[in-house]
């Protein structure tokens, strides 16, 4: 008999628990086993989960990226030119060292936009791949624009550095827009 109560009581038990547990990823999305929130407030403003998404170089699992935007946008080119917070969060899944992350970083930009080769854009791209550092398995890199300010980025990938404006912030999201097309051309 107390079997059967232990029995019935462990299923509710059980039970309980895994409501709990789906409460708590309520308002989360997950790619790649990374959880993400739906959404955010930054600096008072509410910015919404736009997209998800497994980066894997070769078959090995790198990294799962996340971009935020205030604004609902219909296409890239709305995304980039509206003055609203925008942030692209970036979750390692394997350790990766500073050189990796600025080799990186400067190839995929440099080539797609030339305008971050020389002057004042790769001046500012330089400060940004100069805060980098190495980073482990379950480490962030935080890129976040917002209006009147500029872009911050963060995270334990970097040091930490701020750049004024809107022209480098714009600079780098189209750049990431264009190759991780996300919404229709």
Do not use: C
Request: aromatic share 10%.
């Amino acid at each position: 008999m107390r079997k059967q109560a232990w029995t019935g009581h462990a299923r509710w038990l059980v039970l309980g628990l895994w409501l709990v547990a789906g409460a708590a990823h309520a308002g989360q999305k997950q790619v790649g086993g990374v959880r993400m929130p739906d959404s955010l407030t930054l600096q008072g403003r509410t910015v919404a989960l736009a997209h998800m998404e497994l980066h894997k170089r070769f078959f090995f699992k790198v990294y799962v990226w996340s971009l935020y935007l205030e604004d609902q946008p219909r296409n890239a080119s709305e995304a980039i030119a509206s003055d609203s917070v925008k942030r692209l969060h970036f979750r390692f899944l394997r350790d990766i060292s500073r050189a990796q992350l600025v080799d990186s970083l400067r190839h995929g930009l440099v080539s797609r936009n030339p305008h971050l080769r020389e002057g004042p854009l790769a001046q500012q791209l330089g400060v940004m791949l100069a805060s980098l550092r190495d980073v482990g398995k379950g480490g962030d890199l935080i890129i976040t624009y917002t209006p009147d300010g500029g872009l911050e980025v963060g995270g334990e990938a970097s040091g930490g550095v701020f750049i004024p404006g809107k022209s480098f912030a714009d600079a780098l999201f189209a750049v990431w827009l264009d190759a991780h097309p996300i919404f229709p051309r």
